[in-house]
């Protein structure tokens, strides 16, 4: 079992910067893949960014690219997730998701084991 907390979240203004992070009990963590969702109000959860299991490779959500970076610390049992540039549209509570899959990056909700409870960001203009 693993349980994921994030911390971060926050109101920040548009090309305004945010790191979040989502810590990880247990001693396992380098055996799940990891990924950041968001969810909007209204809207169905989506896939932001994952990695694998070294961090050695990741993927983007298009929305995100280039802007948002995904990174993990395995002795820390940590991921994180870098956000440049943001604008409004980023407004969402984001989780944090791990998952025991063989394939990492997999971008439904459903591929995931454990979640997190989410953190709020909020981009005014």
């Known amino acids: 079992q693993v349980q994921l907390v994030e911390s971060g979240g926050g109101l920040v203004q548009a090309v305004d910067s945010l790191r979040l992070s989502c810590a990880a009990s247990?001693?396992?963590?380098?055996?799940?893949?990891m990924a950041w969702f968001r969810q909007a109000p209204g809207m169905e959860r989506e896939f932001a960014a994952g990695?694998?299991?070294?961090?050695?490779?990741?993927n983007y959500a298009e929305s995100v690219k280039g802007r948002f970076t995904i990174s993990r610390d395995n002795a820390k049992n940590t991921q994180y997730l870098q956000m440049n540039s943001l604008t409004p549209e980023d407004t969402a509570v984001y989780y944090c998701?791990?998952?025991?899959?063989?394939?990492?990056?997999?971008?439904?909700?459903?591929?995931?084991?454990?979640w997190g409870q989410g953190t709020q960001v909020t981009v005014s203009s």
């Open positions: 990695i694998s299991w070294s961090g050695s490779n990741a």
């Open positions: 998701a791990a998952g025991r899959s063989s394939r990492w990056g997999q971008k439904t909700p459903n591929e995931y084991d454990y």
């Open positions: 247990g001693r396992i963590f380098s055996s799940y893949v």
